[in-house]
């Protein structure tokens, strides 16, 4: 039984529902000596500011159990550069690049927007709202839902490609976060960033980053990442995209199964870069042994009785 692996994400579509990660991939050209690009659904890029940045000093990663803890900074090299640098590079790609992007300020997200817009081996562009409103004293913009909304529908309102929004595990109401951006003009939620950690040197009595706290990422995010990728793609109406902790092919079909209509693969690059070829082929198993024709029948077919009233813990 052949089974159909595209996928469809609003007016996109990608030939199969795997995707590298932002922030493990690069601009796409670093992974060129492991992995074909042209097998996967798409990746997203590094992400990109108009100025860019030199991130932080290191140390700068550290593994910990069941994941990493990162505070690169979000070194970049900035829009203009990306363009002309790289952009050209990824233009005889055959598969779906997104650029990631962020801004401290409403006009530095719709700048880096407008610029990216503009770039045709783009076929969508993800906005990262875990950063901070240096505006609004340092809020980040991912917890509050009318920030999300006014940062959204800037931004869109100066495109044409589609628009994902990058949601921030750290909200109190993710879902309200999610249809605020779904209403401000959002073509699909990725659900979900990093959250903060912190690990500590017991001998030296030192923090192992130098920022102190970092963004953790990995297995043990995946819970979590599963948890409001079910509840979001149950509020909004827009794709949702999984991620947090994909190293497998079960990883993969978990998020598919909680409704993610495609999956981002990260963490587990750094340590098997050419894992997203045994996911890709475990779905398409999975699909024949359960009789799913397509990927696309695959997707939210948990078996959901409904509400549980009662303490969750």
């Known amino acids: 039984m052949a089974v159909e692996m595209a996928v469809t994400l609003g007016s996109l579509r990608l030939k199969n529902p795997v995707m590298l990660a932002s922030g493990c991939c690069g601009y796409g050209l670093d992974m060129e000596s492991y992995l074909d690009l042209n097998r996967l659904g798409g990746a997203c890029l590094k992400g990109l500011s108009v100025a860019g940045s030199e991130g932080n000093p290191p140390p700068r990663i550290w593994e910990t159990q069941g994941g990493m ?14 363009i002309e640098e790289k952009a050209p590079r990824l233009r005889g790609y055959d598969t779906a690049f997104v650029a990631n992007f962020y801004g401290h300020t409403v006009e530095e997200y719709v700048e880096a927007a407008r610029q990216l817009d503009a770039e045709p081996c783009l076929a969508a562009l993800e906005m990262n709202i875990s950063c901070p409103n240096i505006q609004e004293g340092g809020i980040h913009f991912g917890t ?81 990442a599963i948890r409001i990728v079910y509840q979001v793609s149950r509020a909004v109406k827009i794709p949702v995209v999984g991620i947090g902790g994909v190293a497998t092919a079960n990883d993969a079909i978990e998020f598919l199964l909680a409704g993610a209509k495609a999956v981002q693969v990260g963490t587990a690059l750094f340590a098997d870069p050419q894992c997203p070829y045994s996911i890709l ?33």
């Open 69 to 82: 803890i990162n505070a690169i900074g979000l070194q970049n090299v900035g829009t203009r550069r990306f």
């Open 144 to 224: 509050d839902p009318a920030m999300v909304h006014a940062v959204t529908k800037a931004c869109r309102e100066v495109m044409r490609k589609p628009l994902w929004v990058k949601l921030s595990p750290n909200a109190s109401d993710v879902v309200a976060v999610a249809r605020a951006a779904e209403e401000a003009g959002a073509d699909a939620l990725t659900c979900i960033n990093t959250m903060p950690a912190m690990a500590i040197d017991v001998e030296r009595r030192e923090f192992r980053i130098w920022n102190k706290i970092g963004g953790l990422s990995g297995p043990a995010l995946r819970p979590i």
């Open 281 to 313: 082929d475990g779905i398409e198993a999975y699909c024949e042994r359960h009789g799913f024709l397509s990927v696309e029948a695959l997707i939210g077919q948990i078996k959901d009785p409904g509400p549980r009233p009662g303490c969750h813990e």
